[in-house]
T-cell receptor, first 114, second 115 residues
Framework: DQQVKQNSPSLSVQEGRISILNCDYTNSMFDYFLWYKKYPAEGPTFLISISSIKDKNEDGRFTVFLNKSAKHLSLHIVPSQPGDSAVYFCAASASNTGFQKLVFGTGTRLLVSP | ETGVTQTPRHLVMGMTNKKSLKCEQHLGHNAMYWYKQSAKKPLELMFVYSLEERVENNSVPSRFSPECPNSSHLFLHLHTLQPEDSALYLC??????????????FGPGTRLTVL
């Protein structure tokens, strides 16, 4: 059973517009959430994270929103740039596991066209 | 970013071969991880090491054997693999295993093909 779901395998956006990537989770014990970006032939690169005590975290063009009641988080990229084209993974962990066991979604491929 | 390096980047091996994957982190972290990414599947955690001690073995077959000689190096020894073991194997490190939250940083991965 997949505990972290990214239901959109792909997303296409025009340069300058907003990209919104979504992620849903089922485990209510998750309390830390991360977004990673992955280019072909490279490992995932940490992008931004959010703790369950917050509902928003912003870093430059990237903002992550967390809705705990809906068990949903989203990553907003504004404005989108062609260099943002990559696969984006959502991940979650629960602090009660005793160690950082990250559970990943299957990823969303973002394509930003000029 | 060269904080976590992995060698080789690509590996093709037969089912009777023995090979090893190597990971090195230059971030001063105490925890290291092996993940497997198969096509169209999420990353799956395989092993977790904290200060060279194995913390987690996530029901991984014994044909995968990890080794962590020190907190900067992690190996994955492979023997008698199956074609379904073909995947991208990713190494990651983080500051501490037991302190949450803690961000994991990934290497570029080894693309393994088992013939």
């Amino acid at each position: 059973d997949q505990q972290v779901k990214q239901n959109s395998p792909s997303l296409s956006v025009q340069e300058g517009r907003i990209s919104i990537l979504n992620c849903d989770y089922t485990n209510s014990m998750f309390d830390y959430f991360l977004w990673y970006k992955k280019y072909p032939a490279e490992g995932p690169t940490f992008l931004i994270s959010i703790s369950s005590i917050k509902d928003k975290n912003e870093d430059g063009r990237f903002t992550v929103f967390l809705n705990k009641s809906a068990k949903h988080l989203s990553l907003h990229i504004v404005p989108s740039q062609p260099g943002d084209s990559a696969v984006y993974f959502c991940a979650a962990s629960a602090s009660n596991t005793g160690f950082q066991k990250l559970v990943f979604g299957t990823g969303t491929r973002l394509l930003v066209s000029p | 970013e060269t904080g976590v390096t992995q060698t080789p980047r690509h590996l093709v091996m037969g089912m009777t071969n023995k090979k090893s994957l190597k990971c090195e982190q230059h971030l001063g972290h105490n925890a290291m991880y092996w993940y497997k990414q198969s096509a169209k599947k999420p990353l799956e955690l395989m092993f977790v090491y904290s200060l060279e001690e194995r913390v987690e073995n996530n029901s991984v077959p014994s044909r995968f054997s990890p080794e962590c000689p020190n907190s900067s190096h992690l190996f994955l020894h492979l023997h008698t693999l199956q074609p379904e073991d073909s995947a991208l194997y990713l190494c990651a490190s983080s500051q501490e295993v037991a302190i949450a939250p803690d961000t994991q940083y990934f290497g570029p991965g080894t693309r393994l093909t088992v013939l």
